[in-house]
């Protein structure tokens, strides 16, 4: 069944997102101060924005409504100069005008269209996990709700240029590291269980992530905030692909000598896969990236993550 909403058409979206029993999917530009209430996702669903500086400063999105879902389970990406809204509840989607605000629920005209065709809601759905790529934690909310300004809506006043071509989604700097198992180095346990330790308090999502480490070479450059897309060789030559995971921390060990650098990932609780298939998702000339140990371009960064979210 499709059909056209107008007026009230949040009381429908807020009724949909409070009794949906399954994770939502929600690519939306805008979500302002009340948005939380206005749209009670529950835990696990995607929820993608606009949470780029501009739409800080200029009060369109307020990462503090961002957190309070984030402290529910909601996992919050941000995509610059998104425009979509679109919104996924179970069986149903929605697609159409409206921003997840107060003034588009007492103020606008918003013209949305409800559908349970399964073509469009596969489609709709597969729009939001393609765009479920720069995450945002508690941390990077927290520093982002130090640019909020309220908005105003008054005429007047100069306009931001328009963009002659869409800006590419910020993403941190991504790694992928070739790890071969194997024990840890004579004399670093304790190190590495105080990094350890320190790794699992900085952890922003225990709930729905493990954390991981591996160590490398002292000199080798990875900084907090960093992702780290891991392929690890078994005893019995299998390459397997763990998930994209955030650097938390790192602790330098030295040796008599030796030294190494241990470095702690937090990653979602999602199996790993096998190198040769992975391959295929992320397409052609992957595999040579991929086993490059390096820093990849931001590129090729977005086809790892997206290829996670197919």
């Not at 009794?19 to 993608?48: E, I, M, Q, W």
């Not at 369109?60 to 909601?74: E, F, I, M, N, S």
């Not at 709930?207 to 891991?230: C, E, P």
């Not at 397409?283 to 990236?289: E, H, I, L, N, Q």
Request: charged share 25%; proline share 5%.
């Amino acid at each position: 069944m499709t059909e056209l909403l107008t007026h009230y058409c949040w009381k429908r979206l807020s009724r949909s997102a409070r009794t949906c029993r399954s994770p939502a999917h929600v690519a939306v530009a805008y979500f302002s101060s009340g948005a939380a209430k206005l749209l009670p996702l529950c835990a696990d669903s995607r929820l993608v924005v606009d949470a780029s500086a501009h739409a800080i400063r200029s009060g369109q999105t307020h990462p503090d409504d961002l957190k309070a879902l984030v402290d529910r389970g909601v996992r919050v990406f941000s995509v610059p100069n998104l425009h979509a809204k679109v919104f996924v509840f179970g069986s149903e989607a929605f697609i159409g005008s409206a921003n997840v605000s107060n003034r588009s629920n007492h103020t606008l005209i918003e013209a949305v269209v409800a559908t349970s065709d399964r073509t469009v809601v596969a489609s709709a759905k597969q729009f939001v996990r393609d765009h479920c790529l720069h995450e945002l934690g508690p941390v990077e909310l927290d520093r982002l709700q130090k640019l909020y300004r309220p908005p105003k809506y008054t005429g007047g006043g100069s306009r931001r240029p328009m963009l002659s071509t869409p800006s590419r989604i910020e993403l941190p700097r991504h790694h992928v590291a070739v790890i071969t198992l194997d024990d840890l180095p004579v004399g670093s346990g304790s190190t590495q269980k105080a990094g350890e330790r320190e790794g699992k308090r900085l952890m922003e999502y225990p709930r729905t992530h493990r954390l991981d480490y591996f160590w490398t070479g002292s000199n080798d450059k990875y900084a907090v905030g960093d992702m780290i897309t891991q392929i690890t060789e078994g005893t019995d030559g299998r390459q397997m692909v763990s998930p994209p995971g955030k650097v938390t921390n790192t602790r330098l060990w030295r040796g008599r000598n030796d030294s190494r650098l241990f470095v702690y990932i937090e990653l979602p609780k999602t199996r790993r896969v096998e190198l040769s298939r992975f391959v295929k998702r992320v397409g052609r000339g992957s595999r040579r990236k991929l086993l490059s140990d390096d820093e990849v371009t931001p590129e090729f960064a977005e086809r790892i993550l997206a290829a996670w979210n197919r």
